[in-house]
């Protein structure tokens, strides 16, 4: 089901966080790998970020004790994964390179907004629209993203908190219900084709894939996909 593409009709904005509004700096498989290191293992970031990916993908969505994805315990067995069944890392030295990596990805200095980030979510509240930010993350993303100046957000929702994830419907249909509007009045905007734009579809909201990478304009292809957080502003503006 795709919603209407009257973009003037919109009473609300949903955006992703990672990969879309910010990004680790350096990337995620260095920092780990600059920790691993740290701790006197040899491994490079490219081969971190591949242990790294074997990691997630070897754990459950839900753990034994009942932790979801991203919470602090399901990130410990993950890093107790890659460090000490991995790379081999001994157990007395895993606290405190858990502990590393916990303050590091706690830290807003890690992260660097996009370019247009803030210009966007001013541009959405200038015109009247209710913002939110609906992401597959931990916790601690509400202070994260204090921290990086940007918003103010009228919600934020956090996988991790909500025991949900993108892309089932059931976590945007949450973000809708606390915001007071319907699917067809909501834009959601991320990254990932499958969490982002098909999660956000399947309930009615339009939806925005964010593609960085894409070689024509937005005006040049359909308008499901832009470039660049300055496009999903410019088409607020138009629609306005």
Do not use: C
């Not at 459950?60 to 602090?72: K, V």
């Not at 405190?96 to 959405?124: H, I, S």
């Not at 100046?149 to 973000?175: C, N, T, V, W």
């Amino acid at each position: 089901m795709h919603a209407p593409t009257d973009l003037s009709r919109l009473r609300a904005l949903l955006l992703d966080f990672g990969g879309t509004l910010a990004a680790e700096v350096p990337s995620r498989g260095a920092i780990y790998a600059e920790a691993a290191r740290g701790a006197g293992l040899d491994v490079s970031d490219h081969a971190m970020a591949a242990r790294m990916g074997a990691a997630h993908d070897a754990l459950p969505l839900e753990l034994a004790d009942g932790s979801f994805r991203y919470t602090r315990p399901w990130f410990e067995a993950f890093i107790e994964h890659v460090f000490v069944e991995q790379l081999g890392l001994g157990r007395g030295r895993l606290e405190g390179v858990k502990e590393e990596l916990f303050a590091r990805f706690a830290d807003a200095a890690t992260f660097r907004l996009f370019p247009g980030a803030r210009e966007l979510v001013d541009a959405a509240r200038a015109r009247g629209l209710r913002t939110a930010i609906v992401s597959n993350w931990s916790e601690p993303l509400p202070q994260l993203v204090e921290g990086l100046g940007l918003g103010p957000f009228d919600l934020i929702l956090a996988s991790a908190s909500e025991r949900l994830e993108k892309p089932e419907a059931a976590l945007f249909e949450r973000a809708l219900a606390r915001l007071g509007v319907e699917p067809s009045e909501a834009l959601h905007v991320g990254d990932s084709r499958r969490n982002d734009v098909l999660g956000a579809e399947a309930l009615g909201i339009y939806a925005l894939l964010l593609d960085r990478g894409a070689e024509s304009s937005a005006r040049e292809r359909p308008l499901r996909v832009v470039r660049s957080l300055n496009e999903v502003r410019e088409l607020l503006i138009s629609a306005d």
